[in-house]
């Protein structure tokens, strides 16, 4: 069974025209995340969510912003996407708290901006 | 320091060979040690995870060595197999606090058959 579902897994948008990603989760966890993922990198936390509270990283552009009006759900806007926006954008999930401190990914959204 | 150090970035294995990847950390407050498999379109998935109270971990084919002393740990993957071929990760992270894992830069891995 799916347990982190990011929609859609493809996406093209064109320079400058807002996008919405969007990611669910069955599990039930406390805390949710987003992160960019470039071509042989590593992925990089943009954002992440511990219950309502939101938790920017340091050098996550402006352009990026998040929403998460439920536990199950959690949304990255693109403001104004650029060339350098396009990547693979993953959603994962943890409880903390729990032993394992476990994050559990998505499969990802690969968005190409023309 | 927060970074984790990952070797080789690419790694070529003959079916049924070791792989051998390394990871070295700088942080000491590190205190959970997963290891990511991430195959080319998908997102990564947890294969196995250490915590420094013991040296060695082993599920299946895959084997975590830890070394708390030397700051380093590894993945071991005996009998490799092509389906393996995929990116590996190896990350680090403060348990108990909703903070980011630190991830290493990746592994290649390629077995050939």
């Known amino acids: 069974d799916a347990m982190v579902i990011q929609n859609p897994r493809y996406q093209v948008t064109q320079f400058g025209k807002p996008v919405t990603l969007s990611c669910s989760q069955t599990l039930n966890h406390n805390v949710m995340y987003w992160y960019q993922q470039k071509s042989s990198q590593a992925p990089k936390l943009l954002f992440h969510?511990?219950?309502?509270?939101?938790?920017n990283e340091a050098d996550t552009p402006d352009n990026f912003q998040s929403r998460r009006p439920n536990t199950s759900f959690c949304f990255l806007d693109i403001r104004s996407p650029g060339l350098g926006d396009a990547a693979m954008y993953l959603c994962?999930?943890?409880?903390?708290?729990?032993?394992?401190?476990?994050?559990?990914f998505g499969p990802g959204t690969r968005l190409t901006v023309l | 320091q927060q970074q984790v150090k990952q070797s080789p970035q690419s790694l070529i294995v003959q079916k049924g060979g070791i792989s051998i990847i390394n990871c070295a950390y700088e942080?000491?407050?590190?205190?959970?040690f997963p290891w990511y498999q991430q195959f080319p379109g998908k997102g990564p998935a947890l294969l196995i995870a250490?915590?420094?109270?013991?040296s060695e971990k082993k599920e299946g084919r895959f084997t975590i060595s830890f070394n708390k002393s030397a700051k380093q740990f590894s993945l071991h993957i005996m009998d490799s197999q092509p389906g393996d071929s995929a990116t590996y990760f190896c990350?680090?992270?403060?348990?108990?606090?909703?903070?980011?894992?630190?991830f290493g830069s990746g592994t290649q891995l390629t077995v050939l058959p």
């Open positions: 250490i915590r420094p109270d013991v």
């Open positions: 969510y511990y219950d309502k509270d939101f938790n």
């Open positions: 990350a680090a992270k403060v348990s108990g606090s909703a903070r980011q894992l630190t």
């Open positions: 942080n000491t407050a590190f205190d959970y």
């Open positions: 994962a999930t943890s409880r903390e708290g729990s032993f394992t401190d476990t994050q559990y």
